[in-house]
């Protein structure tokens, strides 16, 4: 169990927060280039991400992303870029991530992933398989029946999951405060008789340790756990949006004071761990990170028969025929 951390870690969290956002940042120019499609900015989230992971095991731990986590989860290994940027792409590598990796792809629609967390921790409880399943989600995405189906049955079923909240403040343009009128969303952990807990999604190190107490409290069989990481979206929503007609200024302003890349930098630099050779440093690996996640992605083979590919383990008789139906279309056989 990771439940000390030292200053490598400390280092390698902050590295890996600059490289989400430079990876961020670029993905969002290159969409502006019309080299990509739609794409959600993880700016203002990293800390959440990256603290999170830093609690888990690679090698036995499942994460379930929504769409914006895996900017953040280098920890899983460069791959996860990798197949990101293929995903913002379209291609249909990108919604595959080879084992051994235990990262699901990003997911669109919203809360079904909280439900795969749930069978995916409950096939790790009946298999006696250590680990546990994470999964990330956003307040609004904790209005969809799904979540509450998910918790429902994980509070029953007392299965190794960890339900991530990242309350950004925002869903697209719907405040919290249109979002629920619970007391906040660690609150709905009542109803589902398991622990609900609320932590600032700024800081890494505080979203370590509770994220490090629920993965200890699901590996003793103990059940689930909701969190609730309070962050702040510091960006658009995503591409196809302008936050301009909606956030306060003055709460966007208080926002980027709190900024996690800056906090945490400072307390770096305090420990004495941090310079701005390291800064330098470590945005130029986060460059390079996306520079090779972007020439993998972009030189990949594109087929037209491919949007068949990965949808299941086994194509159904109708996918098969489908396929074929188009191959003879292309080939401009009747
Ligand atoms: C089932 C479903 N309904 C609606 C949408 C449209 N939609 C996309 S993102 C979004 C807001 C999600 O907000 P939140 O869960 O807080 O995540 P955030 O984008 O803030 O990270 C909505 C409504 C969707 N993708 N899926
Ligand atoms: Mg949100």
Known sequence: MASTLHNEDLVGMLCEMIKARIASDRLWS??????????????????TVVGASWALDPDHD?????????????????????????????????????????????????????????????????????????????????????????????????VPVIFLCSNNQWAISTPTSRQTAAAGFAAKAEA??????????????????VVGAARDRALAGKGATLIEAVNYRLGAHTTADDPTRYVPADALAAAKERDPLIVFRRQLEDRGIWDQAMQTGAERAGERAIDDAWAWASNLPLHQTDLFDHVFATPTLRQQQQRNGLIEYLQGTP
Do not use: C
């Open 30 to 47: 290159l969409q502006r280039q019309g080299r990509i499609g739609t794409i959600a900015p993880i700016n203002g989230q990293e800390a």
């Open 62 to 158: 499942w994460v379930l992303p929504q769409y914006r986590e895996p900017m953040g989860l280098g920890r899983y290994g460069p791959e996860i870029l990798h197949r990101f940027a293929a995903w913002a792409i379209g291609h249909p590598q990108g919604g595959h991530i080879p084992e051994p990796l235990r990262v699901f792809p990003p997911q669109i629609s919203l809360a079904t992933q909280i439900l795969h967390a749930v069978g995916l921790a409950w096939a790790l409880k009946l298999r006696k398989e250590p680990g546990v399943a994470l999964t990330f989600f956003g307040d609004g995405s904790s209005s969809e029946g799904d979540f509450y189906e998910a918790g429902n049955l994980a509070g029953v079923l007392e």
């Open 192 to 209: 589902f008789g398991i622990p609900g807990v609320t932590v600032d999604g700024n800081d890494p190190l505080a979203v370590f340790e």
